[in-house]
């Protein structure tokens, strides 16, 4: 199986797209498997758009990321606080209240919640915390820090996913399989490595690998630029 994976492409469809054509992702190939580490929405203009990829296509593992936490919060309590405005859920909750919801979604943000939030429901439904393959643990940000991290409640798991991947990455991992997550914008650790700056003109926002771990989250709303790490493994 050849598995394609993303993270955090944070509603940017178009630019998610060029990166799997580019790395040679056919979504009709039975031995494709797409793997999104979560962070599918908020920030980027076309949230619809990854929604309805995503969501349409039986060779995808859908891993849960921070954002879809924040979302799912946002579109239960049926209004918007500070954090789900600098987070862009607010704006993400308007795109799909203009796709689905007749009316005035910014002006009626809690009826556009109450009709959104069953459409979520359906596509955090086919969520997961974690996906693991023979050789690979794909996260959204790392694992919970236990022995046991596989039986982990979904409030451990949520804490987790708030987590620094390459801070978790120095303390402990998974014994022969490496983790593979999001979150944290790899220039944070091409900076560390390379001397170069986090998001000024000499930042690397490439796939990084660090302490068995594989960074992937290239920071799309600053880069515009999506990863694609492309491995060979049995599921």
């Known amino acids: 199986m050849v598995i394609f994976a993303v993270s955090d492409v944070h509603g940017f469809y178009n630019e998610m797209?060029?990166?799997?054509?580019?790395?040679?992702?056919?979504?009709?190939?039975?031995?494709?498997?797409?793997?999104?580490?979560?962070?599918?929405?908020d920030r980027g203009p076309d949230a619809v758009k990854v929604y309805e990829y995503l969501n349409n296509m039986d060779n995808c593992v859908l891993v849960r990321g921070n954002h879809e936490l924040l979302m799912r919060d946002c579109l239960m309590r049926g209004s918007s606080k500070l954090h789900d405005i600098t987070n862009g859920t607010t704006d993400t909750i308007v795109q799909f209240g203009n796709k689905f919801f007749k009316g005035d979604p910014e002006r009626y943000f809690s009826k556009a919640c109450e009709a959104v939030l069953p459409i979520f429901n359906k596509f955090d439904s086919k969520m997961v915390n974690y996906f693991e393959t023979a050789h690979y643990v794909f996260v959204h940000s790392y694992i919970p820090d236990t022995e046991d991290w596989r039986i982990c409640n979904d409030a451990q798991w949520e804490q987790a996913m708030w987590s620094q991947p390459f801070i978790c990455s120095m303390y402990y991992g998974v014994k022969d399989k490496t983790i593979v997550s999001?979150?944290?914008?790899?220039?944070?650790y091409w900076a560390k490595v390379n001397g170069t700056s986090e998001f000024g003109e000499d930042a690397c926002f490439d796939i990084c690998r660090h302490n068995g771990a594989i960074g992937l989250d290239a920071c799309t709303a600053f880069t515009k630029k999506v990863n694609v790490l492309v491995v060979e493994d049995e599921l």
């Open 17 to 41: 797209i060029e990166a799997l054509d580019k790395a040679g992702f056919d979504r009709n190939n039975p031995n494709h498997l797409l793997v999104s580490c979560g962070d599918n929405f």
């Open 182 to 188: 999001g979150h944290w914008h790899t220039s944070y």
